[in-house]
């Protein structure tokens, strides 16, 4: 019931934009985002619900097909501050009364000046 | 508002001994989840529970985990005699429990215990 993330790490440079993917095998109800530094709480980003609903904040932003039961989020002009690993966690279509989340193992990201 | 709470932030015991660890959810949450996460891999679902419930705990190991969110008090994460493949950060999230697989979660700063 893991999602997969994609890739599993990636720097960049200050200003240059990234796409981090989240794939299910199951049949999704929503999809949270989630960025951790090192040795602290996973920090939330934002929820996306089922029906092809685009979110975003600041300069990053995140999609969500549930036909093809994935997530991406979007990072322009990244900045030194966008660095750390982030998640997604997954709410299956199947999943009625049970609220936990099913995180992927996570991607690096780093941005480097 | 404060936050999710945890402590102790860090935890050492030896082998065979017991390891508590307590979270406070966020003012106004009912509902509370811990994850255990390994170093450098993602967080793995062990229980979710509302008061004086345990509604899920598919993901916790059947011998010497427990968990309990009594109707005072903070959530406690109960380990017996660990070994040390029970170290890892133990994180505590917590929701208000208004709508189910949207609700969102808050993590706490973590419990990292290290067995020796």
């Known amino acids: 019931q893991q999602p997969v993330q994609s890739p599993q790490a990636v720097i960049l440079r200050e200003g240059e934009d990234a796409v981090i993917n989240c794939s299910s095998s199951?049949?999704?109800?929503?999809v949270h985002w989630y960025r951790q530094k090192h040795g602290e709480a996973p920090v939330f980003l934002m929820i996306?619900?089922?029906?092809?609903e685009q979110k975003g904040h600041d300069k990053i932003s995140a999609s969500f097909n549930e036909k093809k039961q994935q997530s991406s989020l979007y990072l322009t002009a990244s900045q030194l501050s966008y660095s750390g690993t982030y998640f997604c966690g997954t709410h299956n279509s199947d999943q009625t009364g049970a609220n936990n989340l099913f995180f992927g193992t996570g991607t690096r990201l780093t941005v480097i000046p | 508002n404060a936050g999710v709470m945890q402590n102790p932030r860090h935890l050492v015991r030896r082998r065979g001994q017991e390891a508590r660890l307590r979270c406070s959810p966020m003012?106004?949450?009912?509902?509370v989840y811990w994850y255990r996460q390994l170093p450098e891999e993602g967080l793995k679902f062990m229980v979710y529970l509302q008061k004086e419930n345990i509604i899920d705990e598919s993901g916790m190991p059947k011998e010497r985990f427990s968990a309990e969110f009594p109707k005072e008090g903070p959530s406690i994460l109960r380990i017996q005699q660990v070994v040390r493949g029970d170290s890892a950060a133990y994180f505590c999230a917590s929701s208000p429990g208004l709508e189910t697989s949207t609700d969102t979660q808050y993590f706490g700063p973590g419990t990292r215990l290290t067995v020796l």
């Open positions: 996306l619900l089922k029906g092809g």
């Open positions: 199951k049949a999704l109800y929503s």
């Open positions: 003012k106004g949450h009912s509902h």
